[in-house]
């Protein structure tokens, strides 16, 4: 559950291994046994140098809470991806509403009304 969810925020994050154990002062392959549940049970301290990093309070570490979120933004995508289909819109085409998507979002931030 820990190592899942440092895994999960890194990767939200966009913060390396690398990143991470250099600005939490956690030898990088400690912090990959955590990630892979090598090291199931990290110290009270090492946990916090990591919440820091992640910008994350520990309990979000110890809890179980992250991965029913992940799984709320899953169906969130599945979702729109049947709602795409449904509109006869594939994968093969999406790539010729990019223009389109980036002129909305340019419009939007143009006159402040962003959702």
Request: no cysteine; glycine share 4%; hydrophobic share 35%.
């Amino acid at each position: 559950m820990i190592g899942k969810n440092i895994y999960e925020l890194r990767k939200r994050k966009g913060i390396t291994l690398t990143e991470l154990a250099d600005r939490s002062k956690v030898s990088k392959s400690y912090l990959s046994n955590i990630e892979r549940r090598l090291n199931k049970n990290p110290s009270i301290q090492v946990i916090e140098k990591i919440a820091l990093v992640l910008d994350v309070e520990v309990k979000a570490l110890l809890s179980n809470k992250l991965e029913s979120e992940h799984l709320e933004v899953e169906k969130e995508w599945v979702e729109f991806v049947v709602e795409l289909k449904r509109l006869g819109i594939n994968k093969e085409i999406i790539h010729e509403y990019r223009e389109l998507i980036e002129f909305i979002k340019w419009k939007k931030s143009e006159t402040g009304n962003q959702e």
